[in-house]
């Protein structure tokens, strides 16, 4: 283990070949069988990481980030750069309820691109607020990952998420906006 901790360390490149050997040694010395790899990965998480990606590049190939985009500036930007913000970090939350935040950044970064384009600000603020909406996910069990392995341990329900995560996203968004408005 602190080998391949080492390994991957100077080279992170190569930690996915590094992690495969590790796992092919463990194999091979008895330390570990396939049953015991494959009961230590988490289905439906990985199921939900891998649709979130495959749903994010089919709404881009439909080309619905560009109308999406389009609106945004139509009704938003008269009303500046501020409201702007509050807008883009509203609609990553409302993005991130259904996918996870990886997939929410994948597929709004364009369409934040394009608007502060459109709006002719600059794209920097608009991104800071993206990554943190969609890092700040706590309104659904789907929106992060770890959300969705606490639900089943903890017995919870998807109202419990909403009742406890949408005031939290609330309360980071009126902190995150106004910083990444007045410091970027």
Excluded: H
Excluded at 23 to 28: E, K, S
Excluded at 115 to 123: E, F, K, L
Aim: glycine share 6%; with cysteine; proline share 5%.
């Amino acid at each position: 283990l602190v080998g391949t901790m080492a390994l991957a360390a100077r080279q992170p490149k190569a930690l996915v070949t590094v992690a495969l050997g590790t796992l092919c040694v463990l194999f091979r010395f008895g330390c570990m069988d396939l049953k015991d790899a494959w009961s230590a990965v988490n289905g439906p998480v990985l199921l939900s990481i891998a649709l979130s990606f495959a749903l994010g590049e089919a709404i881009k190939k439909s080309e619905l980030a560009e109308v999406v985009a389009a609106k945004l500036v139509q009704v938003v930007v008269p009303y500046g750069p501020l409201v702007l913000l509050f807008a883009i970090y509203t609609v990553a939350i409302l993005v991130g309820m259904v996918i996870s935040n990886n997939a929410v950044v994948s597929l709004m970064f364009p369409i934040v691109v394009r608007v502060c384009q459109g709006a002719g600000i600059s794209w920097r603020p608009a991104l800071f607020a993206l990554t943190m909406a969609a890092s700040a996910s706590f309104s659904t069990p789907v929106s992060y990952q770890t959300n969705m392995m606490v639900a089943g341990a903890g017995n919870y329900a998807f109202a419990d998420f909403l009742r406890f995560g949408l005031p939290l996203q609330l309360v980071c968004m009126l902190a995150t906006v106004p910083a990444c408005y007045f410091l970027f």
